[in-house]
Structures are given as C-alpha cells and as structure tokens.
C-alpha cells in the first residue's frame, strides 16, 4: 500500500469516479443494442524488481456486441524507475522516485462505421508535478461531421479554461498520434498534452472536464452509427487499420513504455491492442 497526500487522493478518485461513469455509459450502449454484455475487472498489484509492493490498479475489459472489445483501466502507482529510463521522465533525473495514477481507454468498436478511441489523463509526481493526456477518434471509415464533432467538444472543454489549449494541444496530438514508417496519422486527431504544472487547481479542473467532454461526445458517436450497414469490404477495412494501430501501440506509444518499464499489469498495458485485425 502506498501513502497519498490530499492532491494524489483527489486525481485517484477523480479516475475511479470517470471509470464508473463511462463504464456505465457503455454497458447501458450494449443494453439499448439488446446485448447484456458488461464489464470484467482484475485487479492487480505492482511490485517492483526488488519485491516490494507499489500500488496497483484495476483491469476493466468488456466484450459485446456495440464494442467487439473496450477496455478501460485506472491504476496507481509508486516507486522509483530503473536504470536511465529516470532521465527520460519529466524531474525523475536527478531523483527517480515517482507516483503515478490516472485511466487509460481505448474502444475497438463491432461496426466499422463507429469510430475506435482512445482516451487517457493522468497526474504525476516525481520533483515536479503535473498532469497530462487527451483523447484521439480513429474511424477506419472516417466522417466529416463525427470528427467536426468531436473536435468542437474538445475545444469547447479547452476554451473554458484558456483560448490557447486547444490550438496547442490539438497540434501535439497531430504530431504525436502519427506512425512515422507508414507516413500516416493514427486517426483524425483530438488532444494531446502533457507537463501541465502551472496551477495545480486549474490543471485538475481543466483534466476533469476533458474525461467529461469525452464522456459527452463519444457515447453520440456510437449511437450514431451502431446500427448502421456495413459489408464486408468495410469489415476488411477495418481489420487492415487496426493493424497501423497495433502499429503505433507497441512501436511509439509512451504509455505502453512507461507502463512496461514501471512494472504495471502486462495485460493492462497491451488491452489497447485490437481483438482482430490484419496485414498484407
């Protein structure tokens, strides 16, 4: 068990509380498509190379028939990183201790016409403190108004709290959720941000209301297009792209790093992967 001073209690309830409601949202999606398909959860323990215990997390994985597969995870963690890998995280150089807590969720969808997501904030301590992540819609089969639509939400959750955020964050995603071999982006973008340390209440308040605008949108955007046709041609199209997103995850993505080099939950940190896809 590890201790938590006030502000590390309040982000980990917030990430619990943003579970149970998108989790919620989702299984009653499945309820409205006639399926009573629910949430899984694991829980499970951190314990660092020496054997001592770190916090731990909880796995939540649902497979129905809205979402062929959807995972979302909290977890909460602290210790020390290893070896150089301290050097690469923000005021772990000199000091690598850390505490990490957050949720993490990325939705594979059933219907290739209903967008996959990924969505992830989070709070960190190591000298500094800070908070980061976004969210990012990748439709294999792409619609104008889904993505004006998402975007807008996100901008609307940044402009309230600085004109500034969305044009800067929605850039940092574009440049990051791009798979550089391919010479494509991941999706059609969102947000990205990270190192937020300026005004630790404003931070807190501007990372909740990003978990609420996507708790807003996506559950739309599903309803949308879950009932929509779809052949297999579109079903192929779908499975090729979930191969460039497989892609991403475990070649570039810092998360699946930080959680491999941190000792998390192997099966946490890979839910991200598709339940099927394909290549050439």
Same mark, same amino acid.
């Given at each position: 068990m590890i201790e938590l001073d006030p502000q590390q209690q309040r982000a980990r309830s917030w990430f619990e509380s943003l579970r149970d409601s998108i989790c919620a949202e989702f299984? *009653?999606?499945?309820g409205e498509a006639g399926s009573d398909a629910r949430f899984h959860y694991t829980p499970w323990d951190r314990v660092d190379a020496a054997g001592a215990q770190g916090g731990g997390g909880v796995r939540g994985v649902m497979k129905g028939q809205v979402f062929e597969k959807v995972g979302v995870n909290v977890s909460t963690v602290g210790g020390a990183f290893e070896g150089d890998f301290?050097?690469?995280i923000h005021g772990a150089g000199e000091?690598?201790?850390f505490f990490a807590t957050g949720i993490s969720l990325v939705a594979h969808m059933a219907n290739p016409h209903v967008p996959a997501v990924h969505m992830n904030t989070r709070f960190l301590t190591t000298t500094k403190r800070w908070f980061g992540g976004g969210a990012d819609l990748n439709p294999p089969i792409p619609y104008a108004e889904d993505t004006e639509a998402?975007?807008?939400r996100l901008k609307?959750?940044?402009? *309230?709290?600085d004109p500034a955020h969305y044009p800067r964050f929605k850039e940092w995603a574009d440049e990051y959720f791009y798979i550089p071999h391919r010479k494509v982006h991941r999706g059609v973008g969102g947000i990205f941000y990270d190192h937020l340390e300026n005004d630790w209440e404003a931070d807190f308040a501007f990372t909740q209301d990003v978990g609420r605008a996507f708790l807003d949108i996506f559950p739309a955007l599903v309803r949308r297009r879950m009932n929509m046709p779809f052949t297999d041609a579109d079903k192929a199209r779908q499975l090729e792209w979930r191969g460039r997103y497989a892609e991403f995850n475990?070649?570039?993505?810092?998360?699946?790093?930080?959680?491999?080099?941190?000792g998390g939950n192997i099966d946490a940190i890979l839910m991200s992967l598709p339940p099927v896809a394909t290549w050439d």
């Open positions: 299984e *009653a999606i499945e301290a050097k690469s000091d690598p201790s998402f975007h807008a609307a959750a940044c402009d *309230a709290h475990l070649i570039y993505d810092r998360g699946t790093l930080f959680g491999l080099k941190t």
